[in-house]
């Protein structure tokens, strides 16, 4: 970076900054180089600006500031089209109760090597009974790659089909957002309607991911032989699709938290109604 800058302009002197005499250049207190140099021009010696270390680090920082205001305008812009519901964003490792300490590892060595598992199309399939945490671990996972500059997001199968009957978004458009994305969930597979038309929409989606190169999360309470085995053509040959495009299969288990969570604002909702004890009635 030690060269001329055209887009700077001469340098003054300035409260960080001082005259050398013995060079006759402007030259940074903080750091100690120089904002200046001579440079000889059809045998004529001129000074002109540089940059010190002090002011290339700023300027890299105002650049990445730049670009952060530019990934959440880009990002912003595809999560409206694609009608995205944004509670994702507070399901985050901080609120990890630490029951599934595997899945808190895996999601962070995902991350950790995002850049070879994108090049590779490593996808990822959670499934297993309701309430188990795939859809928390998924979210989870595409705030820490949010964090580290990847254009992630995750969208409801459901939500989009309810969209294309309505005839109120440029389906294409959609589709092409759909491919955007350097990693997307796609939540809750089967659970949308099984209509013609439904599985129309939702097989678009998946083989526009497919196509894109790029990986994708499922989540789905299905479980794996059922995935494997429909016979409905439809859905086979959406089911196919997604067993090709996620080599990691993860079957998520136990009691349902959903289940537990409410038990337990029951009880609290009992103690603050009845603190001596008494029946409800």
């Known amino acids: 970076m030690d060269g001329i800058l055209n887009v700077l302009p001469n340098q003054q002197l300035t409260e960080d900054s001082f005259l050398d005499k013995k060079t006759g250049l402007i030259t940074c207190k903080s750091c100690g180089k120089r904002r200046e140099k001579y440079i000889e021009i059809l045998g004529v010696k001129k000074k002109v600006p540089i940059m010190c270390r002090c002011q290339i680090a700023a300027q890299v920082s ?15 812009g595809y999560e409206r089209l694609l009608n995205v519901d944004l509670s994702y964003k507070q399901m985050t ?13 895996f999601i962070k060595r995902y991350t950790n090597h995002f850049d070879d598992l994108k090049r590779d199309n490593i996808g990822i399939l959670f499934y297993g009974s309701v309430g188990t945490g795939k859809t928390f671990f998924a979210h989870a996972l595409v705030n820490m790659l949010q964090d580290k500059g990847v254009l992630a997001s995750s969208i409801s ?16 458009a959609v589709i092409d957002a759909v491919k955007v ?65 996620t080599p990691v299969k993860l079957k998520f288990s136990g009691a349902s938290k959903r289940a537990g969570i409410s038990e337990s604002r029951k009880a609290k909702a009992r103690q603050l109604m009845y603190p001596t004890g008494g029946d409800e009635t």
Not at 62 to 76: N, P, S, V, Y
Not at 157 to 172: C, G, K, M, Y
Not at 221 to 236: A, P, Q
């Open 62 to 76: 105002a650049d990445k500031i730049d670009e952060q205001r530019a990934f959440k305008r880009r990002l912003t």
């Open 181 to 245: 994305f350097e990693f997307l969930v796609i939540d809750d597979l089967g659970s949308e309607r099984f209509t013609s038309f439904g599985l129309e929409v939702v097989y678009a989606i998946v083989d526009a991911r497919l196509k894109s190169n790029r990986p994708t999360l499922f989540t789905t309470n299905l479980d794996l032989k059922t995935l494997e085995t429909v016979d409905d053509i439809g859905r086979r040959r959406i089911y196919d699709r997604v067993i090709e495009m």
């Open 157 to 172: 199968l459901a939500t989009l089909v309810s969209l294309f009957q309505t005839f109120e978004i440029d389906r294409r």
């Open 93 to 105: 490792l901080s609120k990890d109760d630490g029951t599934r300490p595997q899945m808190t590892d």
